[in-house]
């Protein structure tokens, strides 16, 4: 069993920046792929931005590529999404998920955090 713990979000204006963290425990936990994931209302879960375990390959949404920023540092088993050139569609529950390998699919990622709002203003 892995827990994660979202922490960081909350209210941005437009063009601002926030730096979510992912705190991972149990088990083996700095061993698995690393996801963050965003729901904004009424709309399905998508996929943000992913990091392998030992942070050699990452992956990202082309909404958020050049913007987001995903990083890890496993002593502490932390993965950190850094989002900058916020705008108002990046509003949304990010969520951090953990699987074995590197997927965009929420459906295939194994453990979940209970989810960080971003609100992003106009």
């Known amino acids: 069993q892995v827990q994660l713990v979202e922490s960081g979000g909350g209210l941005v204006q437009a063009g601002g920046s926030l730096r979510l963290s992912c705190a991972a425990s149990g088990r083996s936990a700095s061993s698995y792929a690393i996801g963050w994931f965003r729901q904004a209302p009424g709309k399905e879960r998508e996929f943000v931005a992913a990091i392998s375990w030992r942070g050699g390959r990452t992956d990202y949404a082309d909404s958020v590529k050049g913007r987001f920023t995903i990083s890890r540092d496993n002593p502490k088993n932390t993965v950190s999404l850094q989002m900058n050139s916020l705008k108002p569609e990046d509003t949304a529950v990010y969520y951090c998920?953990?699987?074995?390998?590197?997927?965009?699919?929420?459906?295939?990622?194994?453990?979940w955090g209970q989810g960080t709002q971003v609100t992003v203003s106009s």
């Open positions: 998920a953990a699987d074995e390998g590197l997927g965009r699919i929420p459906s295939g990622m194994t453990f």
